[in-house]
């Protein structure tokens, strides 16, 4: 079982950057695949990233060259590098973790933290 928990979000302005971290507990952190998902009032939850060991599975057509995602195994932590802020990358950011391969798909991911608040003025 993995537990996680997210830190680091926070309000920025249009244009900054922010890194959130998640960190986990278990001893086979490294066998699942972790993925960042974001979710704005009213909004349905979706992808923004995820990751395996060390190779990045893919990124949200959103996010794409700004956003970079990458894990310290050692740590037990994910990061999620938000560059170039835009209003509405504001949400609730969750970390997630899944056996098995990659899956944009929140539904069939088994673990979740409690979510980080990510606001971006304008």
């Known amino acids: 079982q993995v537990q996680l928990v997210e830190s680091g979000g926070g309000l920025v302005q249009a244009g900054g950057s922010l890194r959130v971290s998640c960190a986990a507990s278990?001893?086979?952190?490294?066998?699942?695949?972790m993925g960042w998902f974001r979710q704005a009032p009213g909004k349905e939850r979706e992808f923004v990233a995820a990751?395996?060991?060390?190779?990045?599975?893919g990124y949200a057509d959103s996010v794409k060259g700004r956003f970079t995602i990458s894990r310290d195994n050692a740590k037990r932590t994910v990061y999620l590098q938000m560059n170039n802020l835009k209003p509405e990358d504001t949400a609730i950011y969750y970390c997630?973790?899944?056996?098995?391969?990659?899956?944009?798909?929140?539904?069939?991911?088994?673990?979740w933290g409690q979510g980080t608040q990510v606001t971006v003025s304008s």
């Open positions: 997630a973790a899944k056996t098995g391969g990659y899956s944009g798909s929140y539904s069939l991911y088994n673990y």
């Open positions: 278990g001893r086979t952190f490294s066998s699942y695949v």
């Open positions: 990751i395996t060991w060390s190779i990045i599975l």
